[in-house]
Structures are given as C-alpha cells and as structure tokens.
C-alpha cells in the first residue's frame, strides 16, 4: 500500500512563497516521476509541474519562472517551492506519483489528498 501525504497549503497574500510537500511511502520499487497538479472551483485539473527520474522537469507556462519542483530521493518526497504568488494560483494543489511496485510491474498512479493553496489580493 502506497501513501502520499501532502502538507504546506494555506493562505498567502499575493506576492508571497509557499512550499508544498508530498511523501510517498510504503513498499516502491522505483520512481518514475513525480507531478503537481491543482484545480481550482469549477475548472479542470491541469498540470503544474513534472519531474521524472532522469532529473527533467517540465512546468505549466503559467507558472514558469515563479514556481519550482524539486525531489529528494531518499525521502520519496517531492517539493514545490512557489514564489510571487498570483490570486489566479488559488487552487487546490494534489501531487501525483508514478511508480512501480516491484520489478517488472507497470507503471502506476498514485495521488494525494489535496492542499488548498490561497491567495489574497
């Protein structure tokens, strides 16, 4: 059984940083990339960031420049740092991880609970 636990939301004024965190944990065998996600009322989730085992990242053109997404491998744990934070990244923010369980099984999805990120203009 996998778990990820995300922690780091809350309220900010616009401008200002917040760092989430998601932790993986249970019995992995291997990571192949780890994914911010966020959806705010009434729209679709879209794609925040990505980082895969090899190190690329990838990030939503709304976001570049100002968010960053980071993984400590020994910790199964993925970060995302947010600075100049805008009212329009008021979202709730899930992280998703793809995995393997064991040697030769396909890749799987796991996803986080979800923390509301708020920001005040």
């Known amino acids: 059984q996998v778990q990820l636990v995300e922690s780091g939301g809350g309220l900010v004024q616009a401008g200002g940083s917040l760092r989430l965190s998601c932790a993986a944990s249970?019995?992995?065998?291997?990571?192949?990339?780890m994914t911010w996600y966020r959806q705010a009322p009434g729209q679709q989730r879209e794609l925040v960031a990505r980082?895969?085992?090899?190190?690329?990242?990838n990030y939503a053109d709304s976001v570049k420049g100002r968010f960053t997404i980071s993984r400590d491998n020994a910790k199964n744990t993925v970060y995302m740092q947010m600075n100049s934070l805008k009212p329009e990244d008021t979202a709730v923010y899930y992280c998703?991880?793809?995995?393997?369980?064991?040697?030769?099984?396909?890749?799987?999805?796991?996803w986080g609970q979800g923390t509301q990120v708020t920001v005040s203009s």
């Open positions: 980082r895969t085992s090899g190190g690329s990242t």
């Open positions: 998703g991880i793809t995995l393997r369980l064991y040697y030769n099984d396909p890749l799987r999805d796991y």
């Open positions: 249970g019995s992995i065998f291997s990571i192949h990339a």
